[in-house]
């Protein structure tokens, strides 16, 4: 059996080396706008808090605690809220179902309204202590940022998505450090799909921004920590903390929307609902300031075991609270960084009853496995805990319990946090994804060889009479001059030419728009889609579109072939 030369293990991707070439600009601009983003961050804290125009990195708990400090997050909140209302809605929320959106519905096209006002209005949430964190932001805008540079490029809608994905993530990648992570929530969350085309632009523009946030940033890790390798007992710890870390994802998942819910009745306009919100986040930052803000030290601290029982409590009780209440409210910030505090204060509860290993190791794998199971990307929480630790012991463990939280998350919700606001809007996304049959069949494999056609020198009436009388097979046969292939003939064609023009030839009736060719090396999804397109049920098989010889015929019941036998995978049951 010869060769076949052109079944490839991806498709042809000629226009590659462009969308590498814009990636490498994308990275360099998410990774200025992450330091922006972050820049702002501070900037504000220090106004809002401290009084001072300064760039320093401080929390909101540094503060002189007093009752005007509840105020400052009412004000952030205002301000927030006049930013979306009249400058852009689409600033409002936590960034990724807004990215995820743009790319399933808007084409991936983003204005630059958002590419400006979301790092503002997430630096005033922030700043003014918003319980949030900055990845969020920071995907929505490095994800506008490419999505407007392929605006000024002539690109598909599917180059568009790559860049966009690219933006994102290596916004994320020069706020965490994290380019391993970042490129496997693309894959995970973003993408929807796995091609070179779009993984390798995607992953050297994580790259690209790693490099550059060492530069900016530095190389250390952003919470530094080596646990001990847990003994064999350690798996039901794991499995355990798994479970509780899935409960606590699906319950913050739950009450976040059902509390979206109460906003949605309030009788004001949303302009006013983060305004709202300032008043619980300002009482929550009087009874527990370490819950303000984006709160990395914190994060630090609970992993580290550096924090008391019961202050843990306290804080995890008020930072799920304020953390939800601000986010329903619409307002802009990110989702990564509280999960992470919420998922380590669990963990630091369960260190003191869970048994099989290091004391340390329960808040960093409780951590990883609410991420991943909140976000529905288990591999990205794994690689992104030990991204941000350089824990390589700890591994293992956040493997069985990131997955196990996972599978609890998956079995027991519908939806993610991610997609529950997409789905009140009325659109559906479906996460799992797998290669589609009609990606991996060609369509020598699908098509009829043995074809009846029609002399293209025949009469019409010849025609009619011989294929499309009593014993007429098929709705439409190919003509042929010799074994060229001119086009395709029905019944409806034939008759419309009138009796008294009966005597013309088959060859002379045909419209050029009935031609539909395909070659036997393309893809049967390349077909399906081109069939789709221009509105045909049908196409000749020839072996090459300047001589089109006639090889055979595809219909669109030959597409349902690879179909049929996956359905066959999937749903027979046998046993050898």
Request: net charge neutral.
């Amino acid at each position: 059996m010869p060769l076949a030369h052109h079944k490839r293990d991806f498709a042809r991707a000629d226009r590659l080396a462009v969308l590498i070439a814009l990636a490498v600009v994308i990275g360099v601009l998410a990774t200025l706008a992450a330091a922006v983003l972050l820049a702002l961050i501070h900037l504000f804290t220090n106004l809002f808090y401290f009084g001072s125009w300064s760039f320093a990195d401080r929390s909101p708990a540094e503060h002189t605690p007093g009752m005007w400090a509840a105020f400052i997050p009412i004000l952030g909140g205002l301000i927030v809220g006049l930013i979306a209302r009249f400058g852009s809605s689409q600033i409002r929320g936590h960034g990724i179902p807004e990215a995820i959106e743009a790319i399933l519905y808007g084409k991936s096209r983003m204005s630059a309204k958002v590419a400006v006002l979301k790092p503002l209005a997430s630096g005033i949430a922030i700043g003014s202590g918003g319980p949030f964190g900055a990845e969020g932001p920071i995907i929505m805008t490095g994800g506008a940022l490419g999505s407007l540079l392929a605006q000024r490029v002539a690109l598909t809608a599917a180059e568009r998505k790559t860049m966009l994905v690219a933006g994102a993530t290596a916004g994320m990648t020069a706020v965490f450090g994290t380019p391993v992570a970042a490129v496997l929530l693309a894959v995970e969350l973003l993408l929807f799909e796995w091609r070179p085309r779009s993984f390798l632009p995607v992953a050297l523009a994580c790259a690209v921004a790693g490099f550059g946030r060492a530069a900016l940033f530095g190389t250390e890790p952003l919470f530094a920590l080596q646990t001990a390798a847990p003994d064999v007992t350690g798996l039901l710890s794991c499995l355990l903390a798994g479970l509780l870390s899935g409960a606590l994802a699906a319950g913050l998942s739950t009450l976040l929307y059902r509390t979206e819910d109460l906003f949605s009745k309030l009788p004001v306009h949303w302009m006013w609902w983060p305004a709202l919100a300032g008043i619980a986040v300002g009482i929550g930052g009087l009874i527990e300031p370490r819950a303000l803000g984006v709160g990395y030290d914190v994060i630090g601290d609970l992993l580290h075991q550096h924090l008391a029982l019961q202050v843990v409590v306290a804080l995890l009780a008020v930072k799920a609270v304020i953390w939800v209440v601000a986010l329903a409210s619409g307002t802009s910030g990110g989702v990564l960084a509280p999960l992470l505090m919420l998922g380590a204060g669990l963990g630091v509860v369960l260190s003191h009853i869970l048994p099989g290993g290091d004391a340390t190791l329960w808040p960093l794998v409780c951590m990883a496995a609410t991420l991943g199971a909140t976000l529905g990307a288990p591999l990205t929480a794994i690689v992104f805990a030990f991204g941000v630790t350089h824990d390589a012991q700890a591994l293992l463990p956040l493997l069985a319990a990131t997955l196990t939280a996972h599978g609890f998350v998956a079995l027991t919700m519908r939806r993610s946090i991610m997609t529950e606001k997409i789905a009140r809007r009325g659109r559906h996304v479906f996460r799992e994804y797998g290669v589609d049959p009609l990606e991996r069949h060609h369509v020598d494999e699908i098509m009829s060889r043995q074809v009846q056609t029609v002399d293209g020198s025949a009469a019409v009436h010849d025609a009619l009479a011989t294929h499309f009388g009593a014993t007429q097979l098929h709705r439409a046969y190919p003509v042929v001059d010799g074994e060229t292939v001119l086009g395709f003939i029905d019944r409806q064609t034939l008759q419309g030419v009138g009796d008294d023009a009966r005597q013309r030839v088959v060859r002379d009736v045909l419209a050029p728009a009935e031609l539909n060719l395909a070659l036997p090396t393309e893809t049967c999804r390349q077909l399906a889609s081109r069939l789709a397109a221009h509105g045909v049920e049908r196409a000749a098989v020839v072996d090459d579109v300047r001589t089109r010889r006639l090889l055979g015929i595809v219909t669109r019941s030959d597409l349902l072939k690879p179909s049929a036998s996956h359905f066959d995978d999937e749903h027979r049951r046998e046993r050898f």
